[in-house]
C-alpha cells in the first residue's frame, strides 16, 4: 500500500531564509506525487506535481521539488521564504485501486516564519 | 466560476444526532472524495467515488456515509455510530486522464468544521 511520511512536523524559518520541507514516499510503482499548501481554516492549494521527465519541477509561488527515486524523496524547496508563507504543507501520492483514482497524504508540515 | 462547494462553513451537532455536509462541484469531475483532518494527523480519506452511483469505503469510514447520486454532488453523512466526529471535513474532485487513473490531481473546497457540543 503506498504511503507518505513528512518527518518534521513543525519548521520555523527566518524571512528571507531558504526553506526545504521533507517527503518521504512508499510506492511500488513509478509515483504520482503532490505538494498541497493550506492556510489556517481552508482548503488545500496545489502547489506542484511530478508525473515523469524532469526531476526536478517548479511550481507556483516560487517553489520547486526534486524526486529522488533512490532515496524515495520529494522535497519541496523555496530559496526565499515569505512572511505569506507561513502555513502548513502537505505532500500526497496518488494511486489507482483498479476500480477508483486517490491521493494519499502525509501528516503535514506546518511552516513559521519569524520577522 | 468553477469550483467546489462546502456548505454550512461551520455546523455544530448534539450527540447521537445524524448531520449531513453538502458538497457540490461544477467541474464536470469524475471523481469526489471526503478527508477529515484533525491537528498532527494529515488528511485521511473517509470515502471516495470514481462514478456516479459508486463509492468505496476509504480509511476510516467507520460511523460515516455518502451516496453519489449526481456527478455534482457528494454529501457526507456523519452518524451517530462516529465516536469522535469533531473535525475539519475537506470534501475535493478530480478527473483523472483515462491514459492513467493515478493523476489525481484534484480540487478542494473550503471545508466545514463540525463540532459536537
Known amino acids: 500500500a503506498q504511503s507518505v511520511t513528512q518527518p518534521d512536523i513543525h519548521i520555523t524559518v527566518s524571512e528571507g531564509a531558504s526553506l526545504e520541507l521533507r517527503c518521504n514516499y512508499s510506492?511500488?510503482?513509478?509515483?504520482?506525487l503532490f505538494w498541497y499548501v493550506q492556510s489556517p481554516g481552508q482548503g488545500l492549494q496545489l502547489l506542484l506535481k511530478?508525473?515523469?521527465?524532469?526531476?526536478l519541477v517548479q511550481g507556483i509561488k516560487g517553489f520547486e521539488a526534486e524526486f529522488k527515486r533512490s532515496q524515495s524523496s520529494f522535497n519541496l524547496r523555496k530559496p526565499s521564504v515569505h512572511w505569506s508563507d507561513a502555513a502548513e504543507y502537505f505532500c500526497?501520492?496518488?494511486?489507482?485501486?483498479?476500480?477508483?483514482?486517490?491521493?494519499?497524504f502525509g501528516t503535514g508540515t506546518r511552516l513559521q516564519v519569524t520577522l | 466560476d468553477g469550483g467546489i462547494t462546502q456548505s454550512p462553513k461551520y455546523l455544530f451537532r448534539k450527540e447521537g444526532q445524524n448531520v449531513t455536509l453538502s458538497c457540490e462541484q461544477n467541474?464536470?469531475?469524475?471523481?469526489m472524495y471526503w478527508y477529515r483532518q484533525d491537528p498532527g494527523q494529515g488528511l485521511r480519506l473517509i470515502y471516495y467515488?470514481?462514478?456516479?452511483?459508486?463509492?468505496q469505503k476509504g480509511d476510516i469510514a467507520e460511523g460515516y456515509s455518502v451516496s453519489r447520486e449526481k456527478k455534482e454532488s457528494f454529501p457526507l453523512t456523519v452518524t451517530s455510530a462516529q465516536k469522535n466526529p469533531t473535525a475539519f471535513y475537506l470534501c475535493?474532485?478530480?478527473?483523472?486522464?483515462?491514459?492513467?487513473?493515478?493523476?489525481?490531481?484534484?480540487?478542494f473546497g473550503q471545508g466545514t468544521r463540525l463540532t459536537v457540543v
Open positions: 475535493a474532485s478530480s478527473s483523472p486522464p483515462r491514459t492513467d487513473y493515478r493523476n489525481t490531481e484534484a480540487f
Open positions: 510506492y511500488g510503482a513509478t509515483p504520482y
Open positions: 511530478y508525473f515523469s521527465g524532469d526531476t
Open positions: 500526497a501520492v496518488g494511486s489507482y485501486t483498479g476500480t477508483a483514482s486517490k491521493l494519499t
Open positions: 467541474l464536470n469531475h469524475d471523481a
Open positions: 467515488s470514481q462514478i456516479v452511483n459508486d463509492f
